[in-house]
């Protein structure tokens, strides 16, 4: 009995010698890191995206498709308004249309000598919209007040809708759906400021979850129903985006 609480007394001297020398520890160990108001409370934080692409082919070739005549456009426009509720944090929200079109005259898939696929007369216009629900942490990097990190959570519902004709006559064809998508992403970026009130901007998707459901009836007869969901945790550098915003 005397061993088990001689034991008992000693585990417990230990615990307690542990804790406080952790809590020591801590109180003499300092990174030594100043928080800096890189951006201050109250402050907006208001800017737009626009995308606009172009291409016209003319007897073009690319890969095993040959004779390509036709042209095609794209068009993107996102305004974005956030405010800065506390030091250095922001939300806010952002809107985005995006339409694009391609028109395909004539042209010929190749496969092999005795193989080959004709598409002539075909006719595609999707067009996009969605809302976005941000968040934004920013880091200043130094204390000369022009560089800054952030990271960015977004949180963003759309929706749309594309129609896709080929042939023509007694062959022709087509087909109209519609869609809904939810996303969920990370994006860092870094700004550098011009003035006292604008900036650049450049980010990357970097983690995200999207799920998305679609619905297409082909010549009014055959309807089709497919979902897909996507998980990303790698560097798109395809998502890269750059944007002129103003700090007001």
Same mark, same amino acid.
């Given at each position: 009995m005397n061993l088990f609480r001689t034991i008992t007394t000693a585990i417990a001297s230990a615990a307690i010698a542990a804790v406080s020398f952790t809590a020591d520890a801590q109180e003499q160990f300092k990174r030594g890191l100043e928080q800096i108001s890189f951006i201050p409370k109250g402050q907006w934080i208001t800017g737009v995206s626009v995308n606009y692409s172009q291409s016209n082919q003319d007897n073009y070739q690319f890969l095993i498709v040959e004779n390509i005549n036709g042209d095609t456009y794209s068009f993107k426009v996102s305004p974005m308004l956030m405010y800065c509720f506390k030091d250095n944090l922001a939300a806010g929200g952002r809107f985005g249309y995006s339409r694009s079109r391609t028109r395909l005259d004539s042209g010929a898939g190749i496969l092999d000598s005795e193989t080959s696929y004709? /598409?002539?007369?075909?006719? /595609? $216009?999707t067009s996009n919209f969605y809302g976005t629900a941000t968040f934004r942490n920013y880091i200043s990097l130094g204390k000369g007040m022009r560089f800054g990190m952030f990271n960015e959570v977004q949180v963003e519902l759309g929706g749309g809708q594309s129609k896709l004709t @080929?042939?023509?006559?007694?062959?022709?064809t087509g087909? *109209?759906?519609? @869609? *809904?998508?939810? @996303? $969920?992403?990370?994006?860092?970026?870094?700004?550098? *400021?011009l003035n006292n009130y604008s900036a650049i901007e450049v980010n990357i998707?970097?983690?995200? *979850?999207g799920y998305t459901d679609t619905k297409s009836t082909t010549d009014r007869i055959y309807v089709a129903h497919r979902n897909s969901k996507h998980a990303n945790f790698k560097i798109n550098l395809f998502s890269v985006s750059f944007g002129c915003v103003f700090y007001l």
């Open positions: 004709d /598409a002539d007369h075909l006719y /595609a $216009i @080929n042939g023509s006559g007694d062959d022709f087909t *109209f759906e519609r @869609n *809904f998508s939810l @996303n $969920i992403g990370l994006t860092p970026g870094m700004v550098m *400021f998707g970097v983690l995200g *979850f």
